[in-house]
């Protein structure tokens, strides 16, 4: 098993799959701690994306590569907290996952980044019995373990409010930002002879690609097509489940054309997509909602649900259409925010604070008495 220096801050990620939003963000915190000459490392059990290919600074990726069940990578957890001296700086568990596993290896005192919560692992009302008791013992240990002097870090008042009933603790808000620092002045995306509009994300239920798609077909469809105001064409960019059934339903609604499914996208044509894009769609329901923010930071009008924690910094501003309810309200939202990118309403004020990747980090580091 290899070993870090004792003064190194730990961060846990009990699994690293793929490159997400958690992931993301904690690639934001190592590269400020190095930024500021504080040594980290992550801790997995298994590194499966080749992590630090992703990091734009050196990285220490420790993998335990435990044996297969729960109880052998919780070992493995164990026995790794137990090489480091009682004085090492505590350990940062990212995630649901990585909290009750730290708790069940007897670690104490550790800081807790709470990306989800259960209320967002999928449909509450399908789950079973047994899942539903499952969730309530874990809740129940990670509980114990979040309120053994650690700090619990959200960033959204939703995922507060969710962290005070499952586990009964008081969590800290920070707010996640996109890029790494607060653009000033960000670009104007003028709409010329095409309406552009894209969303980026992992394909799967939760993201409610379907609704953009339905809701575009219905605004094809109404007395004055939307396409007879402007051209217009929507990119999804992100790889997930239920890519194949929605290029069936965009061709089944007549709209297949004017859809475009990039699947997994290089950064460098990710920036492209951005560049192009007058309007960013995020009808999603999850923690918080980084994208929101990047494409804001690049001067870009977003629409997203209430649903996204950074819907809360975002309900006073004509640079964000935020809506509620179900599917039926998406339509009419899309309209709305149509129509104010085309009459350029958004241009009109100043884009609200929004917070950069630093401004998060430097809090987080506060938080966990890193600095």
């Known amino acids: 098993m290899q070993t870090s220096p004792g003064d190194s801050r730990a961060i846990i990620i009990t699994e690293i799959e793929q490159f997400g939003g958690a992931e993301r963000s904690v690639l934001a915190l190592s590269r400020w701690l190095y930024q500021r000459h504080r040594r980290n490392h992550i801790v997995t059990y298994f590194d499966r994306c080749n992590f630090a290919q992703y990091a734009t600074h050196p990285l220490q990726v420790i993998e335990l590569k435990p044996s297969s069940g729960a109880r052998n990578k919780i070992a ?33 005192a550790f800081h807790t980044l709470m990306h989800d919560t259960p209320s967002l692992f999928g449909d509450q009302d399908n789950r079973s019995l047994s899942t539903k008791l499952r969730i309530a013992i874990s809740n129940r240990i990670i509980g114990y373990g979040l309120r053994t002097g650690g700090n619990t870090i959200v960033t959204s008042e939703y995922l507060r409010s969710e962290c005070h009933k499952d586990f009964n603790i008081d969590a800290k808000i920070a707010r996640m930002g996109g890029l790494s620092t607060q653009t000033q002045s960000p670009p104007s995306h003028p ?82 997509l951005f560049a192009q894009t007058h309007l960013f769609l995020m009808p999603a329901v999850q923690g918080y909602g980084i994208p929101a923010i990047e494409s804001l930071h690049r001067g870009i009008p977003v629409l997203l649900h209430r649903e996204s924690g950074v819907s809360d910094i975002l309900l006073d501003t004509p640079w964000a259409t935020v809506f509620s309810g179900g599917e039926e309200n998406m339509t009419p ?23 950069s990747e630093d401004e998060w980090a430097e809090r987080v580091a506060k938080l966990c008495n890193w600095l």
Not at 76 to 105: D, E, I, M, V, W
Not at 215 to 232: G, K
Not at 241 to 267: C, E, K, W, Y
Not at 340 to 354: E, S, T, Y
Request: net charge neutral.
């Open 76 to 108: 493995a957890l164990r026995t790794y907290f137990n090489q480091h001296p009682p004085n090492s700086p505590k350990p940062l568990a990212s995630g649901y996952q990585p909290a009750l596993h730290a708790t069940l290896a007897g670690q104490r």
């Open 191 to 272: 709409v010329n002879d095409q309406l552009r509009m894209f969303s980026v994300c992992r394909i799967e239920p939760n993201k409610r690609i379907d609704w953009i798609i339905r809701a575009l077909a219905e605004l094809e469809r109404a007395d004055q097509p939307l396409s007879t105001i402007i051209d217009w064409r929507l990119d999804l960019a992100g790889m997930g489940s239920l890519l194949p059934a929605l290029r069936n339903m965009a061709q089944t609604l007549g709209i297949g054309d004017r859809i475009h499914f990039h699947g997994f996208v290089p950064d460098d044509d990710l920036e492209r």
């Open 333 to 355: 939202a899309l309209r709305s925010a149509i129509d104010g990118i085309l009459q350029g309403k958004h241009h009109a004020v100043m884009q609200p604070h929004l917070p």
